[in-house]
């Protein structure tokens, strides 16, 4: 299967696919399990078994792994209907992150010896996965592109349209808000880089008038701007 659409149509297949396998889940009987999140509460934790398909159906959670003590590396950024939790049909397999609420979640569980049920019963609902696995694998291509740079002001400008396509809303004065309170920190984890080195990008963005912040919200102002330093 090959998914070849523009980044902004992602979501909403997402939320398209999840529905439907939770109504397929709902059709055959099988039982899941949802469960609200206060911001900070933990999901689960790297190396924890894998046991269940999590679909995050209304908030925002990260995926992480810390490094060199108290440091850590954010993933992933997950918003309403991404799915998350490694899940393997055959022996086990353990998380490979930490999941945590970055504001209330709520979270819909189907355990995974429900899913294996499911899928023998209904070729349907192995479909829904495999495309779910599919766009949630296209979205870490993506973030892997942030990567390749060597220069943090490439990474930073690559970063911020995912971001704003994921989380944006449109700004009162104009522009794209990216609804998501991010610290300099945050930002720096999800590029590889420094807090040190982020700021000083982000100051020269605001300076040149590419993008504004106010409480911890990035708006989007020149977003041709920030595509051609991505090209870069």
């Not at 899940?87 to 490979?96: D, I, N, P, S, Y």
């Not at 819909?108 to 829904?128: H, L, N, Y």
């Not at 000083?200 to 990035?218: A, D, M, P, Y």
Request: charged share 30%; proline share 4%.
């Amino acid at each position: 299967m090959e998914i070849d659409r523009p980044l902004g149509e992602y979501t909403r297949l997402q939320e398209q696919e999840s529905r439907e396998l939770l109504r397929l889940f709902d059709e055959l009987g099988i039982a899941t399990a949802e469960r609200v999140y206060a911001p900070g509460d933990e999901i689960y934790r790297e190396g924890e078994y894998g046991d269940g398909l999590y679909i995050l159906t209304d908030g925002v959670l990260k995926l992480f792994r810390p490094y060199s003590g108290t440091k850590e590396a954010t993933l992933r950024l997950l918003t309403n209907w991404d799915i998350f939790g490694h899940l393997a049909f055959e022996g086990e397999t353990k998380q490979r992150a930490y999941a945590e609420a970055v504001t209330e979640c709520r979270v819909t569980k189907a355990p995974k010896i429900f899913v294996e049920r499911a899928v023998k019963r209904d070729p349907r609902v192995a479909f829904k996965i495999m495309t779910l696995f599919e766009l949630r694998l296209v979205q870490y291509e993506e973030l892997v592109k942030c990567l390749l740079p060597r220069e943090t002001e490439v990474r930073v400008a690559n970063l911020l349209p995912l971001l704003a396509q994921k989380f944006g809303k449109p700004a009162q004065d104009g522009g794209t808000a990216i609804d998501l309170r991010l610290t300099h920190q945050d930002l720096a984890a999800m590029v590889a880089s420094t807090r040190e080195s982020v700021t000083k990008v982000l100051n020269e963005f605001r300076s040149r008038g590419i993008i504004t912040i106010q409480s911890g919200r990035i708006t989007l102002r020149e977003p041709e701007t920030l595509e051609v330093l991505a090209r870069a």
